[in-house]
């Protein structure tokens, strides 16, 4: 594909609960080019954790139109939306969400078992993802013996295994400290410019928005301004 690595047309997200409805996102429109590395910043309850849910295939919007890898995800079965989102988009947390009892390489492995690899084919390719982000000594580490930054190396590079065309990560360095926090948004930076993955942080500190070439500031579930730097 050639085209952006996700589109929003006018998406809104209504949710209903006890009888009444509120609306998260109005009305948002955005285009995120392949190789883009762009900040969604705005304060809690802003809609901008409800937009990531969205790009990345997590929720369908109820109002608008939304393509990923220009694939309508109105058209998508439950099973062919978690299809594309395996095969285009990754993920980071700010919890990491690693399997506690899992080496490195096989919580980075893991995706890889939805494309039908075998288990050489996995490890080999999980292996070279963890050299790539600095972690070629802990292959074989829990998270236990781990340090929060190097838990989340591990997350980046199992977000990262299966090629993506988008990245979205939220809130990525929120259980991390200042100087632990900026090493991970370097690697992020690092791995943008030469991977060509599109990058999508989500986060509520400006001085970490600040860092990208992009910021798309959320209000009240719009777009405030969207701005290249």
Not at 158 to 180: K, W
Not at 194 to 202: F, H, K, Q
Request: aromatic share 4%; no cysteine.
């Amino acid at each position: 594909m050639t085209g952006p690595a996700v589109e929003a047309e006018r998406v809104s997200r209504t949710y209903r609960l006890e009888g009444f409805s509120v609306t998260a996102l109005h009305e948002v429109s955005l285009t995120v080019a392949r190789g883009e590395y762009t900040a969604v910043v705005g304060p809690s309850g802003s809609g901008k954790s409800t937009l990531m849910h969205l790009l990345g295939g997590l929720d369908r919007p109820t109002g608008g139109r939304l393509r990923l890898d220009g694939r309508d995800v109105a058209g998508l079965s439950a099973a062919e939306l978690a299809r594309l989102r395996n095969e285009v988009i990754g993920f980071v947390f700010q919890a990491f969400h690693l399997l506690p009892r899992t080496s490195a390489v096989e919580n980075v492995a893991l995706p890889l078992v939805y494309r039908g690899l075998g288990t050489r084919k996995r490890r080999a390719a999980a292996a070279e993802m963890l050299h790539r982000v600095g972690l070629g000594h802990r292959l074989d580490h829990r998270p236990n013996q781990m340090s929060g930054g190097e838990q989340q190396r591990v997350a980046i590079a199992r977000a990262l295994v299966t090629g993506p065309s988008l990245l979205l990560a939220d809130e990525p360095t929120g259980n991390l400290d200042t100087a632990t926090g900026a090493a991970v948004l370097h690697l992020l930076e690092e791995l943008n410019a030469e991977s060509g993955v599109a990058v999508v942080l989500v986060t509520h500190d400006r001085e970490v928005a600040a860092r990208a070439r992009r910021r798309i500031a959320m209000r009240d579930g719009r777009v405030e301004s969207d701005s290249a730097a």
